[in-house]
């Protein structure tokens, strides 16, 4: 059921911008639902999977955190190339010894693709990366040419 404000005849020139305002407020309302997250992991089912990914900067890096929890280093794949970081993967689906049937399975399998856009340019020669416990960091310095340059006053 849904609830219309009265509205009186001098207010009818506004009625429009009311009523645009009702469905600003209404969609924000949908995509605030804590409904609408398990849509998202719903969709994840049937299009793969996408790890979580954290990007941050320094004055010296851009650094990429990934959450690939279950993964072998040997499965993950990093490349850059013109300015956009790339890390994809495969996860694949432990096989289990004693002929066991899953009765409900929630981690996500198979391969993913991320790719995100950096937002300085990178020197690519010194490009690092590390995994340990699920997690991988990618350190990207940044160009000598974009870091910030302390200039002495004379």
Same mark, same amino acid.
């Given at each position: 059921?849904?609830?219309?404000?009265?509205?009186? +005849?001098?207010?009818?020139?506004?009625?429009?911008?009311? *009523?645009?305002? %009702?469905? *600003?407020?209404?969609? %924000? +309302?949908?995509?605030?639902?804590?409904?609408?997250? &398990?849509?998202?992991?719903?969709?994840?089912?049937?299009?793969?999977?996408?790890?979580?990914?954290?990007?941050?900067?320094? %004055?010296? %890096?851009? /650094?990429?955190?990934? #959450?690939?929890?279950?993964?072998?280093?040997?499965?993950?794949?990093? +490349?850059?190339?013109?300015?956009?970081?790339?890390?994809?993967?495969?996860?694949? *689906? #432990?096989? &289990?010894?004693?002929?066991?049937?899953?009765?409900?399975?929630?981690?996500? !399998?198979?391969?993913?693709?991320? +790719?995100?856009?950096?937002?300085?340019?990178?020197d690519a020669n010194k490009v690092s990366a590390t995994y *340990?416990?699920? /997690?991988?960091?990618?350190?990207?310095?940044?160009?000598?040419?974009?870091?910030?340059?302390? !200039?002495?006053?004379?």
């Open positions: 059921m849904t609830l219309i404000r009265y509205q009186t +005849s001098e207010l009818a020139p506004w009625s429009a911008v009311d *009523r645009w305002n %009702n469905l *600003r407020d209404e969609l %924000n +309302s949908f995509f605030e639902l804590p409904v609408w997250s &398990s849509f998202a992991r719903a969709g994840q089912l049937f299009n793969g999977w996408s790890p979580a990914l954290d990007l941050c900067q320094s %004055n010296d %890096n851009v /650094i990429a955190v990934v #959450e690939l929890p279950g993964m072998r280093k040997d499965d993950i794949k990093i +490349s850059l190339h013109e300015g956009t970081l790339t890390i994809s993967g495969e996860r694949k *689906r #432990e096989s &289990s010894s004693n002929g066991e049937k899953a009765e409900r399975t929630e981690r996500y !399998i198979g391969t993913f693709r991320r +790719s995100i856009a950096l937002p300085t340019r990178v *340990r416990d699920g /997690i991988l960091t990618v350190t990207l310095p940044k160009a000598e040419e974009v870091k910030p340059k302390q !200039i002495q006053v004379s």
